[in-house]
């Protein structure tokens, strides 16, 4: 009787411990597939972002053309919209330094203090996690042109001697 008792007690201890690793594993799996359908919604959102933003960019253009009210009411719209998803503009501007995380070069301009923008061509976008959408694109300066480092150079020669 004894024996059955403790067999009994054994088999119970490993049932409860297996009831336990199940409901762990349940646990984790129903963690793990809400974080793949909030990353399939996030990603396929931005796909859609994505294809989007050229559109945007066609609208802004147009208003800076035509200076339409009722453009103007469907841009702020859209502004919304993006704000909405968490989609925020990559802050870039004339004189301010590049940065290479958020940017990208599309020309480099002679003359001006090397690394910084001399023109944004291209708006770009992020989520506010930080997830870049598309890099802003911008023309930035490389620097003095030749005539004015051989200037500077005549100049320093100039003082020294």
């Given at each position: 009787?004894?024996?059955?008792?403790?067999?009994?007690?054994?088999?119970?201890?490993?049932?409860?411990?297996?009831?336990?690793r199940a409901l762990?594993?349940?646990?984790?799996?129903?963690?793990?597939?809400?974080?793949?359908?909030?990353?399939?919604y996030k990603y396929s959102s931005q796909r859609i972002i994505a294809r989007f933003l050229p559109l945007f960019d066609m609208f802004e253009a147009a208003q800076n053309h035509i200076n339409d009210s009722g453009l103007a009411i469907a841009i702020k719209e859209c502004?919304?919209?993006?704000?909405?998803?968490?989609?925020?503009?990559?802050?870039a501007g004339e004189g301010e330094q590049f940065d290479e995380n958020t940017q990208d070069v599309v020309e480099v301009v002679e003359g001006g203090q090397k690394g910084k923008i001399k023109e944004v061509v291209l708006k770009g976008y992020k989520y506010s996690d930080g997830y870049i959408i598309r890099?802003?694109?911008?023309?930035?300066?490389?620097?003095?042109?030749?005539?004015?480092?051989?200037e500077n150079i005549k100049k320093e020669e100039k003082n020294n001697g």
């Open positions: 009787m004894k024996k059955d008792k403790i067999k009994n007690k054994e088999i119970v201890a490993e049932l409860k411990g297996q009831l336990a762990a594993d349940y646990d984790n799996l129903r963690k793990r597939t809400e974080e793949e359908r909030q990353a399939l502004r919304d919209l993006l704000k909405e998803e968490g989609v925020n503009e990559i802050q890099h802003a694109k911008v023309k930035v300066y490389g620097g003095l042109t030749e005539k004015q480092k051989d």
